[in-house]
């Protein structure tokens, strides 16, 4: 059957391939890492780059992600000129899965798009471990303190993949009884547990989607050495500087030192007596400190007894904050980050400053207007930013800081400096790991502009999934986007990696720092639902303008308008609903049950429209050929359970199972109509839409 390469209902899908220009001036977008893995309910975050070329001005750049319009938010949400934009994608609606989405400039009426991987991930494993005095990793699955003493707690866990956590993946711990049992967090994301008095509690680690794991702790503590009181007053005091903190901490025995960690008091004093047993002392915390609960009052007795209790630091309510983070786009990722953020009143004098890493942030500022500035370390290869994305205090936008109030989403993209860097790859078409690919030409974008004459079979090699060489031509029509066009079709089905090498080089002579590789799947030769069926497992398919006539949730079927084939659906479905007109690419598998179905990656809907069921002898149920229909079948009820029955019309079928949504309700013999989709788990299975009583006059 011949093939057509582009049907109509295949025009949601073609919107994916990234868009260029063949005019320059032009611009580009790009991501600083076009990959990133969350956990379902953790905020995904993307660094997303605007670079201008040969002069491009624009009125303004707005930014989205078309497929994911109410989880995406981009912090700025608009660009003036070049920059950068954090893009933080909230994944507590989504099913666990891969989404192959794209972020889309709007510059003019002017579209540019790159293509990046979002994986939404269920926690299945987390893990407790520490360390021990010649750094090995030791798994905890329980914790048995002898004595008042400090745990170095690390948290990690695994997805329903496999896979472990990527940094930074937030896991709470929770101690069952503080009162015996405390935790607090260490800046570097570890944590500090403290045994405090003797009895048994639960540790409990929770990821972002809520799965949680506990440990049993047992703390036995001798009557003796222990430090038997502790106290800081007030607990909480602003950064005002002038509040009088009272300490106090007394011991069975001698206590060997006093101190509050991260913190140095001023105006401090404080005296020894009970022997040595007892402390108190007095002070105040340096005007201006940084808000924050991470502040530990700490008394020790030799060897292994510590006990610390906490003091919280507030803003002052005449003064404001301000808080936010330093994203570099840079290549090879946004990297560590280390400089100064410089505060400057609104006639350009700095009135403060502070040092930072990633995130920052900024206190006891008086209410009123200022402007922002990142300056890197000597050792940072960043140029100097103002915010938002400008390069001078005349450019730069205002900050108004309010009494009480906190500024946040102050965000900085330095990007590296204006000596020669090699140019890179900022996205290609078919974007890496795409399947169910139906396009007549590769396509890569690089960051700037090329010397064509080192842009050939050479420099740009497309190989199938054996290896061998796909011959073609490349051309750059625009000196940015090199084209490869095959000189046959690319076969249906397979597999191809594309590599360009470090033998292609800008119009300055710089190669790329590295080789480049992706790979995609074309879609399988089948438009149709039964010639899908015949495909092997891990084929890649592309196929419009198929009907939705069931979904429950984790899986759905799929019809043919005029109901020849139908198939069965699972994976990323859920803006799918009964009755929706949709264009899917997806991978094809088989149940346990031997049912073929398929594991969708991409999915649009394009419209309503209704599916008449197909109406059926039992019988004839049998054939694999009414695999994913919509069908209508009578019979008498065998069997009954609370959501399942047998159907059979006395055909000399063995009958059909029918599972239905919720209890039934009818017994043994009742005459019934069933409507849903043939199913097979085995035998044939009906998963039930509707079911009714039949009568007669």
Known sequence: MPRCRILPSLALLLLLIPMTSSAAPDYTVSLVDPSVRAVRGQTAELVVGIEFLDGFASSGITLQVPQAPGAASFTPAALSGEGGSLLRIDTGALDPGVYNWHVQAVSDGSIRSAPFTLEVIAAAELEFYTFDAGLNKITLSSLSPTSQSVTEIYLTGRGSDGFQFATGTPITLTSGNPEILAVYPHPDGHFRVYAIDSGSTLLTATAPDGYSRSIPVSIDIPSQPRITEMSVSPSTVTNRGDETITFTATGTGPLTSVAYDGLTLTNDSGFWYNDGRSYIGAGCVPEGLPPGSAYLFRAQMAPDTVRVVPLTVVNDPTRGMIRGAVYPRAPGGPGAVSGRIEVYDTGGVVVADTDCGREFGIGYLPPGTYKLRFAPSDEQALRPEWWPNADSFESAS????????????????????????????????????????????????????????????DTFRVADGQGSPVSGTITCPDGITAVFTPSVPLADGATFTCTVTTGAADTEGLPLAQDHSWSFSTAADADLLSEARELSDGVSVALGGKIVHLHQGGFAYIAEPDRSSGMRIEGTISDASDRSVVSLTGVVATTPGGERYIDVRSLTVSGEEDTRPVGVPVRALDSRMMDGLCVRAWGRVYDPGASSFVLSDGSGSQGVIVITPEPHGFAEGAVVSVTGAAGWEGRRVIYAETVGTVTSD
């Open 398 to 457: 205002d900050v108004i800081v309010t009494a009480g109030g906190t500024v946040d989403g102050i965000y900085f993209f330095p990007s590296p400096p204006d000596e020669p860097q090699p140019p890179r790859i900022v996205s290609t078409a078919p974007a890496d790991g795409e399947i169910g690919v139906v396009r007549a030409t590769i396509t890569a974008v690089f960051s700037r502009p090329m010397d064509v004459s080192t842009l050939n079979s």
